[in-house]
């Protein structure tokens, strides 16, 4: 029996958070890339999150894709790393 439930009305029934035992958190990604990223959903799709699909809305790994960020991160101005003679 499929779920008839208007979509707008699921939102407001998933819960935000979700602890895992291994202490990652799964939040859900609308709102992990509004309050902690300040992007929408869309571009925090486009990002390519590991992502979990939780009752039909997706959730991303908190630790995980700050991780991830953090490793884009570069610094301006930077020497470039030498390149190998042939």
């Given at each position: 029996m499929p779920d008839n439930i208007p979509k707008e009305s699921r939102r407001s029934?998933?819960?935000?958070?979700?602890?895992?035992?291994?202490g990652e958190i799964l939040e859900a990604r609308e709102i992990f890339a509004e309050k902690t990223l300040a992007v929408c959903d869309r571009t925090a799709r486009?990002?390519?999150?590991?992502?979990?699909?939780?009752g039909g809305f997706p959730y991303v790994k908190r630790n995980a894709s700050l991780?991830?960020?953090a490793d884009r991160a570069k610094r301006k101005n930077q020497p470039q790393k030498p390149r190998r003679a042939r």
């Open positions: 029934q998933r819960v935000a958070e979700i602890p895992l035992p291994d486009r990002m390519d999150f590991p992502t979990v699909y939780v991780r991830i960020i």
